[in-house]
């Protein structure tokens, strides 16, 4: 699509105004020389902090040189993409560090997908070595023979077990930190703008993830913006809390390595916890935190219950994103938090690296939708119609990214044909532009000017709990199980936080079957949460799904469910049972029902707890956990009691 804009001269005078946002950023050097300043200026400062080990910057220099080194001798050229699995320990972050400074790209991997997810991406992203913390290699047995170089990220003493390089099944590397000092210093690698710094996969509508490439100078221009606006010193403590494989931890990782700051990775118990978490928060220090709307929500509201979680003196500011905000939550978080902590609420799709755009909250606004602002730093945003034309300010129509921070390609050349375009601009001029598919449209706000709002999708694409799914690819996982039909998913929820797939099938076809095979195929995040079989899809007058019609059978079909095994009993039973009902938008729950496997999810759980104890019974999520179903959790609270 090149697309000709023959809009009034004031719509282009507004989005003309709107997209002056140039402005020049050192990137001399590169990433690599900018972390190794910090490491010059700070190296007996704390780096990371994860899993109960603490690097400082000398340390992490080191083992990653260690690292980058074993990949140099190994045959990895510049230029090459690198697996480096993506658990909670310190062994990651020397990797990604150790791929970059060899010249290299990095794909974060969880060693939890399924087999199948797993070996697309190493295919589809041609990676040449794979790096794994010490306790992961017995879980890529399967890796295929074309991937010789395979590094484990250990720790222990300063034996360099590298084997004979022959490949095969082996693991050819054992990479031990350094007890006598650094290893081999590696060659230097020149700055290349446009070589590729990480590939994240995302959901994608085909039935296969898409690879999004990013280049270093996208990179670049999106840290120093992020380290600017939010003033990232040395001194300071950044949360660490998304996963490897989601690109929000991009802006939660380098931000704190180019300034000497240190990371901390959120341990998993306080990550499920939202009560543990502001705990978490105060005694770790933490100054930056980086959180989904959804999680913020928790957060707001466990403060809201205890006001003994409410003192936050350290944290500047809150990075905020994923789904609409709304101004009377802000306002109510404002008013009951002790904290000097700004909120930022942004906006921004992987394929424009982490982020696009921004609006710092004002405290005092009070009501309404917040906006998703303007653009970052070298950034520009259009609007257009169903034609291609830009939208007039106030109409709404489909949001183009265009500017510094534009992914190079996906991996499928389909799939980038079909996203990344071109569009035409008065004066001859050309973008290349990527399509959101979000809808948007740009208004006048008195005081602060033009600024962009959110108004949905335009596809089957959603988020969930801040990850993005597309509906189709999970629909493409249930068909393919033996015996289904036909398969569609609905979001439920408000704010979604539930994805319930419905499906037709031959005979007695147990939902617990459809669930085992989707949780082959895909990633945890994006599996369904409930799975109801029914007879027949509604159709609308043109033969399609009516989503409509759907949703409000399987409501139906919800509500006069009958629970599996005996009704609760004791009154204890009963209050859990009639909150589990509540949250999880059923009638009826079992005393023998696990809640993950009637719809709950991790959110949710944290919301069961904090209705529970709103009424009394002291619980946290893991509990919920642990103890899965109505009766478990009564005895636990029995037992608790005693």
Not at 39 to 65: C, F, I, N, Q
Not at 77 to 90: D, K, L, N, Q
Not at 155 to 183: E, F, H, Q, Y
Not at 476 to 482: D, F, I, Q, R, Y
Request: with cysteine; charged share 20%.
């Amino acid at each position: 699509m090149n697309t000709q804009l023959n809009d009034p001269a004031s719509t282009w005078t507004a989005w003309s105004e709107f997209n002056r946002t140039d402005r020049r950023f050192p990137f001399e050097g590169g990433l690599i020389a900018w972390i190794e300043a910090a490491v010059a200026a700070h190296p007996d400062r704390p780096a990371v902090y994860a899993g109960g080990v603490a690097l400082t910057y000398r340390e992490l220099d080191e083992r990653s040189d260690r690292v980058s080194d074993f990949l140099r001798r190994s045959g990895v050229e510049p230029g090459s993409i690198v697996a480096v699995t993506a658990g909670r320990t310190v062994h990651p972050y020397v990797g990604l560090l150790a791929v970059l400074k060899s010249g290299c790209g990095y794909v974060p991997v969880d060693v939890s997908d399924p087999v199948s997810r797993l070996e697309f991406i190493l295919e589809d992203a041609g990676v040449v070595a794979v790096l794994a913390a010490s306790d992961e290699p017995g879980r890529l047995d399967w890796l295929p023979d074309g991937i010789a170089v395979r590094g484990v990220l250990d720790s222990g003493d300063d034996n360099d077990n590298d084997g004979d390089g022959s490949g095969g099944r082996r693991w050819t590397g054992t990479l031990r930190p350094v007890a006598g000092g650094p290893g081999p210093r590696r060659p230097a690698v020149p700055y290349d703008p446009e070589r590729t710094c990480y590939i994240i996969y995302t959901s994608g509508t085909t039935g296969r993830p898409k690879g999004v490439r990013i280049s270093e100078h996208s990179l670049l221009n999106f840290v120093h913006w992020f380290v600017s606006r939010h003033e990232v010193l040395a001194a300071d403590r950044l949360c660490q809390n998304a996963p490897l494989t989601f690109d929000p931890s991009v802006q939660q990782i380098f931000p704190a390595w180019v300034t000497g700051a240190c990371l901390l990775a959120l341990p998993p118990a306080e990550l499920q916890d939202p009560f543990a978490m502001l705990g978490w928060l105060r005694r770790e220090r933490i100054t930056h935190l980086d959180v989904v709307t959804a999680h913020w929500h928790h957060l707001r509201e466990a403060a809201d219950q205890d006001p003994a979680l409410r003192d936050l003196p350290d944290l500047r500011w809150i990075i905020i994103g994923g789904e609409t905000l709304h101004y009377h939550h802000t306002r109510h978080w404002h008013g009951i938090m002790r904290s000097p902590a700004l909120l930022n609420n942004i906006y921004g799709p992987t394929e424009a690296t982490v982020n696009a755009t921004e609006v710092v909250v004002d405290p005092a606004a009070d009501s309404g939708q917040i906006p998703i602002g303007v653009p970052l730093p070298n950034y520009r945003m259009y609007v257009v119609d169903g034609e291609g034309a830009l939208c007039a300010p106030g109409a709404t129509g489909e949001l183009l990214i265009a500017g510094d921070g534009l992914a190079q390609r996906y991996q499928s050349a389909a799939a980038t044909e079909a996203a990344f375009t071109e569009l035409a601009l008065p004066g001859g001029a050309v973008e290349r532009v990527y399509r959101s598919g979000d809808l948007a449209r740009l208004i006048d706000i008195p005081s602060h000017g033009w600024m962009l709002e959110f108004q949905g999708r335009v596809d089957s694409q959603v988020k969930i709990r801040g990850f993005r799914i597309e509906l189709e690819e999970v629909e493409g996982a249930a068909k393919s199980c033996p015996q289904v039909r036909d398969a569609a998913v609905l979001v439920r929820g408000t704010p979604p936080d539930q994805l319930l797939c419905c499906f037709v099938a031959d005979g007695d076809h147990d939902p617990a079957v459809v669930r085992a095979h989707v949780s082959r195929l895909l990633s945890a995040y994006q599996v369904p949460n409930l799975y109801l079989r029914v007879d027949g899809f509604p159709l609308t007058r043109n033969g399609k799904l009516d989503r409509a019609g759907l949703a409000a059978l399987a409501e139906e079909q919800l509500g006069a469910r009958v629970p599996a095994g005996r009704l609760p009993e004791s009154p204890v039973e009963k209050q859990l049972a009639e909150v589990w009902a509540s949250v999880l938008g059923l009638t009826h729950i079992g005393a023998e029902e696990d809640f993950f496997t009637i719809g709950g999810t991790s959110l949710l759980a944290m919301t069961v707890v904090k209705r529970l104890r709103a009424q009394g019974l002291r619980l946290d999520p893991a509990t919920v956990f642990e103890c899965p179903t109505v009766a478990r959790l009564a005895a636990h609270c029995a037992a608790a009691a005693l």
